[in-house]
């Protein structure tokens, strides 16, 4: 099993930057991979970025390339999601997720292990 515990969320003005961090814990491999998904009230859960966990290969949702970045700590077993530039639009809960495979697939259901989710809400 692997445990995801997040943290990072919380509130931040239109324009401005926030960073989340996703530890994991328990039995880990270095093919697994790491992405983030976020959910905004009413709608859908999408993908926002992943990562592979041995190749450091990355893939991104159009809306949040070029404003956020995905990176990883091999030694901390740690994701971390850097957001910059800010929207409105961004305000959702953020969901850390993970795969006993390496590739850094944006498909929500390939992904078995979750996290518990985190705020952030981006005001005007």
């Known amino acids: 099993q692997v445990q995801l515990v997040e943290s990072g969320g919380g509130l931040v003005q239109a324009g401005g930057s926030l960073r989340l961090s996703c530890a994991a814990s328990?039995?880990?491999?270095?093919?697994?991979?790491m992405g983030w998904f976020r959910q905004a009230p009413g709608k859908e859960r999408e993908f926002v970025a992943a990562?592979?966990?041995?190749?450091?290969?990355?893939n991104y949702a159009d809306s949040v390339k070029g404003r956020f970045t995905i990176s990883r700590d091999n030694a901390k077993n740690t994701v971390y999601l850097q957001m910059n530039s800010l929207k409105p639009e961004d305000t959702a809960v953020y969901y850390c997720?993970?795969?006993?495979?390496?590739?850094?697939?944006?498909?929500?259901?390939?992904?078995?292990?979750w996290g518990q989710g985190t705020q952030v809400t981006v005001s005007s």
């Open positions: 990562i592979s966990w041995s190749s450091g290969n990355t």
């Open positions: 328990g039995r880990t491999f270095s093919s697994y991979a």
């Open positions: 997720a993970a795969r006993t495979r390496q590739a850094p697939t944006s498909m929500l259901r390939e992904y078995p292990y």
